[in-house]
């Protein structure tokens, strides 16, 4: 072999070689990284929840009545101790069936005969109170003449006074018979043809006014209508004053502190409301979700914090998107979520050193909607890779994307 075929050999081998190691050499993968860096970070509860007026009032009638076509509608402002908000007139008297008005009749044919002998009483009593006088009179000259004792004339007086009584018996009577006659006779009295349920109430009807001064909030039923005692006649309440209410999963209600901050967005205007939770109700209730699965929910009140003159519009029973802050600070050392991953029975991040891929244990905290803050594991600066393919192992090789 010639030195010249020697040489090309050798050549080729080292080509060959050089071919092999760039086929074998490992080449970087490009990922997706996040620097871990510092700023303020909170987690919050997302829900929904409806506003309310804080303390309606509902308008029941006092008595049972008829009332009048609604004075007022829902909308309407009213002053307290100004604005008649109902009105309550004496109920008709029902009709009689055929037996009712057979009995009221001889009800009335019954106190009518009571009358005439009460009248008939009276004047027999005045006929004996007459005669009693004349025999007194009579009496008086005879006991002067000496004819009678003094002993029969005080008899005869006493005669008298019995007859006097006894027509003041009779009169009452007689009264008590008419009486008896007026309300045998109110029995037939029925429903007026004439009064129509537009007429203009009488002095006879109750009106009552607004308790406070507020908006109408709902109407039972604006037609005239027979109500009993204590039916709800309609709701007034200050639509400036609102709280919103909402109802969370058990396990949620649990992590909500008292007196937790909370954002409504999306409720129909510009900007962000700012409320605070009052209250967590300590019982729960079960709702059946729209997947069929039965839920213990907790109610939980707010109360709204933002001035009625930045809210304008926002009524009663209106739908709010809350946003409940669990937990905030200004400074925690943040990671993405999409840069985590479990790791046996903890979390772990590939952190990028020196163009390595990088598996490291990361011990988080709170956990918020699209950040996790970082307690130990990894350092301000660092870069991590988001969304780590199974491919990506601890060294390998990995560039920017």
């Given at each position: 072999m ?5 040489i090309t050999?050798?050549?080729?081998a080292a ?6 190691v760039w086929a ?5 993968q ?27 009032y509902?308008?029941t ?5 008829t009332t009048?076509?609604?004075p007022?509608?829902?909308g309407?402002?009213v002053?307290?101790g ?6 309550i007139?004496p109920?008709d ?6 037996r009712?008005?057979?009995q009221a009749e001889?009800?009335?044919a ?6 005439v002998?009460?009248q008939t009483?009276?004047a027999r ?8 006088r004349q ?5 008086q ?11 029969m004339l ?6 008298v006074?019995v ?7 009779a009169?009452a009577?007689?009264?008590l018979a ?5 309300r045998?006779?109110?029995?037939l ?7 129509l349920?537009?007429?203009a109430?009488g002095e006879?009807?109750?009106?009552l006014?607004a308790?406070l001064?507020g908006?109408?909030l709902d109407v039972?039923d604006?037609n005239a209508?027979q109500?009993?005692a204590?039916?709800?006649l309609?709701t007034l309440?200050d639509?400036t004053d609102?709280?919103?209410e909402?109802?969370?999963l058990?396990?949620d209600?649990?992590?909500v502190?008292p ?7 999306r409720?129909g205007?510009e900007g962000?409301l700012?409320a605070?939770?009052r209250?967590i ?13 039965e839920e ?9 914090l ?12 209106f739908r709010?998107h809350l946003?409940?802050?669990l937990w905030e ?5 943040r990671?993405?979520n999409?840069a985590?991953?479990?790791q046996g ?7 990028e050193t020196g163009?390595r891929?990088?598996?490291v ?8 909607r699209?950040s996790?803050e970082v307690?130990?594991g990894?350092?301000?600066?660092d ?12 060294g390998?090789?990995v560039?920017a994307r």
């Amino acid at each position: 072999m010639t030195v010249t075929r020697k040489i090309t050999a050798a050549g080729m081998a080292a080509m060959l070689a050089g071919a092999l190691v760039w086929a074998l050499w490992p080449t970087p993968q490009p990922v997706d990284m996040a620097t871990i860096s510092r700023g303020p970070m909170e987690v919050v509860l997302l829900a929904e929840g409806l506003t309310r007026v804080r303390e309606p009032y509902v308008i029941t009638a006092p008595m049972a009545g008829t009332t009048t076509r609604s004075p007022v509608q829902i909308g309407d402002q009213v002053q307290a101790g100004e604005t008649v908000v109902a009105v309550i007139q004496p109920a008709d008297p029902a009709l009689m069936d055929a037996r009712s008005r057979a009995q009221a009749e001889a009800a009335i044919a019954e106190a009518e005969a009571s009358v005439v002998l009460a009248q008939t009483n009276i004047a027999r009593a005045d006929s004996a109170l007459a005669h009693a006088r004349q025999q007194y009179e009579r009496g008086q000259g005879l006991a002067q003449a000496g004819t009678i004792s003094q002993r029969m004339l005080e008899e005869l007086q006493q005669a008298v006074t019995v007859a006097t009584q006894a027509v003041a018996v009779a009169q009452a009577e007689h009264d008590l018979a008419r009486a008896a006659l007026w309300r045998a006779q109110a029995q037939l009295t029925g429903p007026d043809p004439q009064r129509l349920p537009q007429d203009a109430p009488g002095e006879c009807c109750v009106q009552l006014f607004a308790p406070l001064t507020g908006i109408v909030l709902d109407v039972s039923d604006r037609n005239a209508r027979q109500v009993a005692a204590g039916t709800p006649l309609l709701t007034l309440g200050d639509i400036t004053d609102l709280e919103i209410e909402t109802d969370l999963l058990s396990a949620d209600a649990l992590r909500v502190p008292p007196g937790a901050r909370a954002m409504i967005e999306r409720w129909g205007g510009e900007g962000l409301l700012e409320a605070r939770v009052r209250r967590i109700e300590p019982a729960a209730f079960t709702r059946i979700s729209a997947l069929g699965i039965e839920e213990q929910r907790v109610r939980v009140a707010l109360d709204l914090l933002t001035a009625p003159t930045e809210r304008a519009g926002l009524g009663d029973q209106f739908r709010v998107h809350l946003r409940i802050v669990l937990w905030e600070t200004p400074d925690a050392l943040r990671i993405p979520n999409g840069a985590l991953f479990r790791q046996g029975d903890g979390w772990a991040a590939f952190r990028e050193t020196g163009g390595r891929a990088e598996l490291v244990e990361v011990q988080i905290g709170q956990q918020a909607r699209d950040s996790a803050e970082v307690l130990a594991g990894l350092s301000e600066g660092d870069r991590v890779i988001l969304y780590p393919a199974a491919s990506i192992a601890d060294g390998a090789a990995v560039t920017a994307r």
